[in-house]
């Protein structure tokens, strides 16, 4: 059987403070960094060469800079939502931008994401704050969503199986585009099914590279999703 739920993970966290109350009127540090030459392009998969380069991000506004965190780690309570069946247990940060913390899976024991087992953060999203771990969605922009450390909505719906569904969504200001990630477990699944929706509210056709981008167990970069148990991954426009 299924289950959704909400429960309480304390850990060793540092605060992130207040936002930067002055606008972002710079453009970001590394916009325009992706762009590469004929002969390298060339070589790149279709889908990727037409999409890297594309309307990079210029401006940071209307998101404030969250530069506000601190250093001193205390314990702190985080609320999650977790999704369990008899194989794996998910655990989600709905108010830390959705962020998967935990993909346990039970006959092994094994964690096959990597299990930050503090929350730090530091200036590696768009806007500042972000911390590592788990599995992210990023969207809209090329680099850590400025949503990395921000609550999404969150609601329990029907899953296409019939069982219950974790449906997170927000509003992505820097595309100006809403998103939604579907979370589901099929009774007695070993994967962990995933659903990614972008909706685009306007006639143009916006640029929207992203995904689901989880770090290895191992080394803490991102990397592939690790073989057997684990996710899948569906999308649609």
Known sequence: MTTVRRAVLTLPAAPLGPDNPLPALR???RAGAHAVDERTLAGLPRDMARGIGRAPLRSLLPVPVRD?????RVPTDLDTLVIENDRLRVTVLPGLGGRIHSLHHKPTGRELVHRNPVLQPAAFALNGAWFAGGVEWNTGATGHTALSCSPL????VRAPDGGPMLRLWEWERLRDLPFQVDLWLPEASDFLRVGVRIRNPTSAPPPS?????????????SSRPPTGPGTTATSAA
């Open 27 to 29: 453009a970001p540090a």
């Open 153 to 156: 909505h969150a609601a329990t």
């Open 68 to 72: 506000g965190y601190g250093r001193d």
């Open 209 to 221: 590279p992203g995904g689901p981008t989880p770090p290895s167990p191992r080394t803490g970069g």
